[in-house]
């Protein structure tokens, strides 16, 4: 699976836009990239994946680069419970197969008041 | 729905002592984990199964077995406890979509 490199610590005033960024240049073809957040020491919660195209939930909006070299999660009005670990994740799409997920140590995020 | 569950929630362990963390799942996922999590640090795979009567190692797979009977089910069993064992173990499923449900975890400490 293609490595990430994701900034160590993030700060966000609440209720401003918060943007992860997430760099993935060994990204392959089939892989896809993926979203997970850990709340103090909750089990990682799923956010978002995609391909190639932007995409968005209820819970936030995923930019991947053209080159699909990088990609942003965006969480569009931060609040104090988005504080959390955010994990990218970049691994093949195919249901078929296992799909682990190898974790690194994420982009601490604090939203302060 | 209850998702994943994990029990139990916390225990203390002396060293050489054996216990199983359980794992339940209830929404018929073929695929599951189980991860450990020290401190400051991503998680790490132990073992994983692609379904009943299937698993495979992981990253970090030393000191641990699993067994996979049922669909639902799939216990991580620790023998012979060690310090570097303490850590928060979380197991997590994935059915036909492509995201993961993970449990609340089970704190161990090996004394």
């Known amino acids: 699976d293609a490595k990430t490199t994701q900034p160590t610590s993030m700060d966000c005033a609440e209720g401003r836009a918060a943007n992860l960024p997430c760099n993935h240049s060994?990204?392959?073809?089939?892989?896809?990239v993926y979203w997970y957040r850990q709340i103090h020491s909750q089990g990682p919660q799923y956010i978002i994946h995609g391909l190639k195209n932007n995409e968005t939930n209820e819970m936030a909006s995923l930019i991947i680069t053209e080159d699909r070299k990088s990609s942003t999660l965006i969480l569009p009005h931060a609040t104090l419970r988005d504080t959390a670990v955010y994990y990218c994740i970049v691994r093949p799409g195919n249901t078929g197969t296992a799909s682990k997920l190898t974790f690194g140590t994420g982009t601490r995020l604090q939203v302060t008041l | 729905n209850a998702g994943v569950t994990q029990t139990p929630k916390f225990r203390i362990l002396k060293i050489g002592q054996s216990m199983t963390l359980q794992c339940t799942q209830d929404m018929n996922h073929n695929y599951m984990y189980w991860y450990r999590q020290d401190p400051g640090m991503g998680l790490k795979l132990i073992y994983y199964?692609?379904?009943?009567?299937?698993?495979d190692k992981g990253e970090v797979p030393n000191g641990y077995n699993v067994s996979r009977s049922t669909t639902e089910d799939f216990p991580l069993r620790l023998e012979l406890a060690a310090p570097s064992q303490t850590s928060v173990y979380f197991c997590a499923s994935r059915g036909r979509n492509y995201g993961y449900t993970f449990g609340s975890g089970t704190r161990l400490t090996v004394v």
């Open positions: 199964s692609v379904g009943a009567g299937i698993t």
């Open positions: 060994t990204i392959s073809g089939n892989e896809y």
